[in-house]
Nanobody, 122 residues
Framework: QLQLVESGGGLVQPGGSLRLSCAASGFTLQYYAIGWFRQAPGKEREGVSCISSSDGSTYYADSVKGRFTISRDNAKNTVYLQMNSLKPEDTAVYYC???????????????WGQGTRVTVSS
């Protein structure tokens, strides 16, 4: 069964950190591009970050650049999103997705996880 499962969301104060995980079953993540997306209440889904399989290159949206870091652990078949210096505007449901292609772009993803909620509030 092809499945992506996100975890690590929760409530955090502004300035805090969280690490989201995206664990895969039925896929070998190292061969594909993985993206993180988020959707805030009342807003459209937006691409946050992605990582390529071919050369490990990464992309970050301007809104998270310098604060978020995407990485992968091939042995655990898991991709992470380390989120530091969190802001209230980072509040959203975060989704990971797999693109059945090596290169990282923020469109054309084929399988999605169910999401994990991140709330940044004091």
């Amino acid at each position: 069964q092809l499945q992506l499962v996100e975890s690590g969301g929760g409530l955090v104060q502004p300035g805090g950190s969280l690490r989201l995980s995206c664990a895969a079953s039925g896929f070998t993540l190292q061969y594909y591009a993985i993206g993180w997306f988020r959707q805030a209440p009342g807003k459209e889904r937006e691409g946050v970050s992605c990582i390529s399989s071919s050369d490990g290159s990464t992309y970050y949206a301007d809104s998270v650049k310098g604060r978020f870091t995407i990485s992968r652990d091939n042995a655990k078949n898991t991709v992470y999103l380390q989120m530091n210096s969190l802001k209230p505007e980072d509040t959203a449901v975060y989704y990971c997705a797999i693109r059945l292609h090596a290169m990282c772009v923020l469109e054309g993803y084929d399988y999605w996880g169910q999401g994990t909620r991140v709330t940044v509030s004091s």
